[in-house]
């Protein structure tokens, strides 16, 4: 049985090709990343928190890019942006670990920030680990699988040519 021109451009594009589909995820995205926002900000005063909040963030640019095209949405969100992302994430997580060794306490000791006089230390030190480390290094991470995983395999023969 052999696929029409329509079946062969969806697959070809990597994206459906939907009215209802594109409106549907232009009307619904921003809902969805204000709440994976909000679980973010809230998140170490209230159940949920960065992880939470960067997968529904995560998951926002991955419906996006099912429904208007995963080469057009990963021409956009560039690789490059992505690796920047986890490692802004990882660098922030990492000083604010360590910045508790430098203050004589032990790695994420965040009485640190009291010391320093800021009041609610503790609660900001880990707002600074949740949204500046955990959530960077979700989104970059997950978006940056979906993308790899969706750009396909191309096999190799021994020599190095393509199959």
């Known amino acids: 049985m ?44 209230t159940p949920g928190g960065a992880f939470q909040g960067g997968t529904i963030v995560a998951a926002t640019i991955l419906m996006i890019a099912f429904g208007l095209g995963i080469d057009d949405i990963r021409r956009k969100v560039k690789g490059s942006y992505l690796i920047d992302l986890m490692i802004a994430g990882s660098l922030i997580f990492s000083i604010i670990g360590l910045m508790g060794l430098a203050f004589g306490g032990s790695f994420f000791n965040h009485q640190f920030f009291t010391q320093l006089g800021i009041e609610n230390g503790v609660k900001w030190s880990m707002e600074a680990v949740e949204v500046g480390g955990v959530f960077l290094i979700i989104v970059g991470s997950f978006v940056g699988l979906f993308f790899v995983i969706g750009s396909g395999f191309k096999p190799f023969r021994t020599g190095g040519e393509e199959l």
């Open 2 to 45: 052999r696929r029409d021109d329509h079946e062969l451009s969806i697959i070809k594009d990597h994206c459906i090709d939907s009215l209802i589909i594109e409106t549907t995820i232009r009307f619904v995205a921003p809902f969805v990343l204000t709440y994976g926002f909000f679980m973010t900000f809230n998140g170490a005063s």
